[in-house]
């Protein structure tokens, strides 16, 4: 007895059989595991990230924002265990939003910068992180992550004032 003989049906494959499992093959994608094996040697710098957080019932400012300003500024209480990333991240403090009060509404313009008005009518801009998305976004897998833990609101808007 042949020894490959229990390996073998003696079943010839059809032509089309075999065209459609070397179909299935040759259509995969490129995948981004495979990247790596073709790669240049040629370093590429990672690509720019905006990160904005905002929280409901604030931070106390003192222990957030450091009291000199530039990058040889003192690290505060909540930024200590941010301490390594220091040279990666840049902290805006002070800044003030022409015609928005200092109410909780404030919140939905924070990165609008839209004149709150008293108005039902009332129609947000597009957000920062928004903009910055639709340009930058690009560069990596996902343009926009809008993450909100509680599941209600955000303060990130489309083009047309849509709330996300």
């Known amino acids: 007895m042949n020894q490959f003989a229990s390996y073998t049906s003696k079943k010839a494959i059809g032509r089309r059989h075999l065209l459609k499992g070397a179909g299935a093959t040759l259509a995969l ?8 094996a073709f790669a240049s040697s040629a370093q590429v ?3 720019k990230r905006f990160v904005a957080l905002t929280l409901g019932l604030g931070l106390h400012s003192e222990y957030l924002n450091p009291t000199k300003a530039g990058a040889g500024y003192e690290v505060t209480r909540y930024l200590k265990p ?3 990333l220091r040279d990666q991240f840049t902290i ?6 022409p015609g928005v009060n200092a109410d909780h509404r404030a919140e939905a313009v924070i990165l609008t910068a839209a004149p709150i008005s008293g108005a039902a009518g009332f ?5 920062m ?6 340009d930058l976004g690009g560069e990596t897998r996902f343009p926009s992550l809008v993450l909100n833990p509680q599941g209600q609101g955000s303060v990130s808007y489309t083009d047309t004032g849509t709330l996300i």
């Not at 805006?92 to 939003?97: F, K, N």
């Not at 129609?123 to 957000?127: A, E, L, P």
């Open 129 to 134: 992180d928004q903009a910055l998305a639709r």
């Open 45 to 47: 710098s990672p690509p």
């Open 29 to 36: 994608p490129f995948l981004d595991a495979m990247a790596p």
């Open 123 to 127: 129609k947000n801009t597009v957000s």
């Open 92 to 97: 805006v403090s002070g800044s003030s939003l």
């Open 82 to 84: 941010l301490q390594h």
